[in-house]
């Protein structure tokens, strides 16, 4: 209740996504807001026996999510434009990582890392976290603008596909590294890998008979649902065991399912039950873990502060850079750039998993909660400011829609 309310101010009054509502309601939900004002109610709405339920309900809700997001992967985004593409994906990888080289030494100084965690382990991750991009928000934004087939959602889009891939890779060699031993290194970045080249080389081939199938018959009856869900779960255990994390799994699936009749009625069965019933679980999960009261001195809020500028000056500025160096005019490239800034829900995904494997602590979970929070929060605002309105004088720009008005025009199409 507290997401869809939260989300639809946001969305009424602020222009959000429903997405960003949702963020910042689990932080109310938490002990920063509910517990710090009326404890005995959040104690009674999320009593201890009640962490395990949420935990499983948002692992499995933010596994599905990747699942989904992997199915909206176009592979054709990668070969248009991908000389600039690369530019500002590369530029949007190296410079967080520069950044991170230079402040994660001050942060490991707070205590704010697990002290078993190297200096480069704890290094990578923080430049994972201050790299990544809300792939998916993105994606909605650039729809929603009617912008798909302009430069700047083409490239906006592809560098944010690759952008994530290298985010998401250098995770993976964080967790595989921040384990009992070299062996436990070798499983899973040998076994990961060896599962990820076996999805996309083998995976297409397999799964082929499910697309013909649900071409066939112009819809996915149960029988195939069950089985793309048991092969999801199977998938998501593969990387799980390897000692990955299991969400990798559901997004590789996804990458790999047969386009069609098949992935276009996946979203429609899937996505209502994930976005509406186990979203918020991860939302409320990840609030009930972020203290902002631990914020509770001018080193930390200096911390906070550094990060957030980092973050947007190395994220935002080094896209709009390298977008204007590969011949992208002012405008497009500052649109660029407040689009990349946006961190969402993949943030909230690489600091849990993060926090869950003991790599961070609380205090730096909340301020990079906070992080993510703000950056998101200043997408749609800003890039209405640099790109939105010159384009919408040069007929450019379509109106914001939501989801609802591309569900009515495609019944209407019908």
């Given at each position: 209740m507290a997401c869809r309310g939260v989300g639809w101010l946001a969305k009424r009054?602020?222009?959000?996504?429903?997405?960003?509502?949702?963020?910042?309601?689990?932080?109310?939900?938490?002990?920063?807001?509910?517990?710090?004002?009326?404890?005995?109610?959040?104690?009674?709405?999320?009593?201890?026996?009640?962490?395990?339920?949420?935990?499983?309900?948002?692992?499995?809700?933010?596994?599905?999510?990747?699942?989904?997001?992997?199915?909206?992967?176009?592979?054709?985004?990668?070969?248009?434009?991908?000389?600039?593409?690369?530019?500002?994906?590369?530029?949007?990888?190296?410079?967080?990582?520069?950044?991170a080289i230079l402040i994660t030494p001050w942060l490991v100084s707070h205590g704010l890392f697990n002290e078993r965690l190297t200096l480069p382990q704890a290094t990578l991750f923080m430049g994972a976290c201050i790299a990544i991009?809300?792939?998916?928000?993105?994606?909605?934004?650039?729809?929603?603008?009617?912008?798909?087939?302009?430069?700047?959602?083409?490239?906006?889009?592809?560098?944010?596909?690759i952008d994530d891939a290298g985010a998401w890779a250098v995770l993976a060699i964080v967790l595989a590294t921040f384990g009992d031993g070299p062996m436990v290194a070798v499983k899973a970045?040998?076994?990961?890998?060896?599962?990820?080249?076996?999805?996309?080389?083998?995976?297409?081939?397999?799964?082929?008979?499910?697309?013909?199938?649900?071409?066939?018959?112009?819809?996915?009856?149960?029988?195939?649902l069950g089985i793309v869900l048991i092969l999801f779960l199977l998938c998501a255990w593969a990387m799980d065991a390897a000692g990955i994390h299991a969400v990798f799994g559901g997004f590789l699936l996804g990458c790999?399912?047969?386009?069609?009749?098949?992935?276009?009625?996946?979203?429609?069965?899937?996505?209502?039950?994930?976005?509406?019933?186990?979203?918020?679980?991860?939302?409320?999960?990840s609030g009930l873990h972020t203290q902002l009261t631990l914020v509770d001195n001018w080193e930390l809020a200096l911390v906070t502060v550094a990060i957030l500028g980092a973050s947007i000056l190395a994220k935002g500025g080094a896209c709009w850079a390298a977008?204007?160096?590969?011949?992208?005019?002012?405008?497009?490239?500052?649109?660029?750039?407040?689009?990349?800034?946006?961190?969402?829900?993949?943030?909230?995904?690489?600091?849990?998993?993060?926090?869950?494997?003991?790599?961070?602590?609380?205090?730096?979970f909340?301020?990079?909660?906070?992080?993510?929070?703000?950056?998101?929060?200043?997408?749609?605002?800003?890039?209405?400011?640099?790109y939105g309105r010159k384009a919408r004088a040069r007929g450019e720009l379509g109106e914001l829609k939501d989801q609802d008005s591309d569900v009515a025009e495609l019944r209407e199409a019908r």
């Amino acid at each position: 209740m507290a997401c869809r309310g939260v989300g639809w101010l946001a969305k009424r009054y602020l222009g959000q996504p429903q997405v960003v509502g949702e963020m910042i309601a689990g932080v109310i939900l938490g002990p920063s807001l509910l517990g710090l004002f009326a404890p005995d109610i959040q104690g009674l709405l999320f009593p201890k026996e009640s962490q395990g339920v949420l935990f499983v309900g948002a692992q499995f809700g933010v596994g599905l999510y990747m699942f989904l997001v992997g199915l909206g992967f176009r592979s054709d985004h990668f070969r248009a434009n991908v000389g600039s593409a690369a530019a500002v994906s590369l530029s949007g990888m190296a410079a967080p990582f520069l950044l991170a080289i230079l402040i994660t030494p001050w942060l490991v100084s707070h205590g704010l890392f697990n002290e078993r965690l190297t200096l480069p382990q704890a290094t990578l991750f923080m430049g994972a976290c201050i790299a990544i991009t809300a792939f998916p928000m993105l994606a909605r934004i650039i729809h929603e603008r009617g912008l798909s087939g302009t430069p700047l959602g083409t490239l906006s889009l592809s560098a944010g596909a690759i952008d994530d891939a290298g985010a998401w890779a250098v995770l993976a060699i964080v967790l595989a590294t921040f384990g009992d031993g070299p062996m436990v290194a070798v499983k899973a970045i040998g076994g990961g890998g060896a599962f990820a080249i076996f999805m996309l080389t083998l995976g297409p081939k397999l799964l082929a008979p499910l697309g013909r199938r649900a071409e066939r018959m112009g819809r996915v009856d149960h029988t195939t649902l069950g089985i793309v869900l048991i092969l999801f779960l199977l998938c998501a255990w593969a990387m799980d065991a390897a000692g990955i994390h299991a969400v990798f799994g559901g997004f590789l699936l996804g990458c790999v399912m047969p386009r069609g009749v098949l992935s276009t009625e996946l979203r429609k069965q899937l996505e209502p039950f994930a976005v509406v019933v186990l979203l918020p679980m991860f939302f409320t999960y990840s609030g009930l873990h972020t203290q902002l009261t631990l914020v509770d001195n001018w080193e930390l809020a200096l911390v906070t502060v550094a990060i957030l500028g980092a973050s947007i000056l190395a994220k935002g500025g080094a896209c709009w850079a390298a977008a204007r160096l590969t011949g992208q005019d002012n405008a497009t490239a500052m649109g660029i750039g407040a689009l990349m800034n946006a961190r969402g829900l993949m943030e909230l995904i690489i600091i849990n998993i993060g926090l869950q494997k003991g790599i961070i602590g609380p205090a730096l979970f909340s301020i990079m909660v906070l992080m993510a929070i703000i950056t998101t929060l200043m997408a749609s605002p800003l890039f209405e400011l640099v790109y939105g309105r010159k384009a919408r004088a040069r007929g450019e720009l379509g109106e914001l829609k939501d989801q609802d008005s591309d569900v009515a025009e495609l019944r209407e199409a019908r």
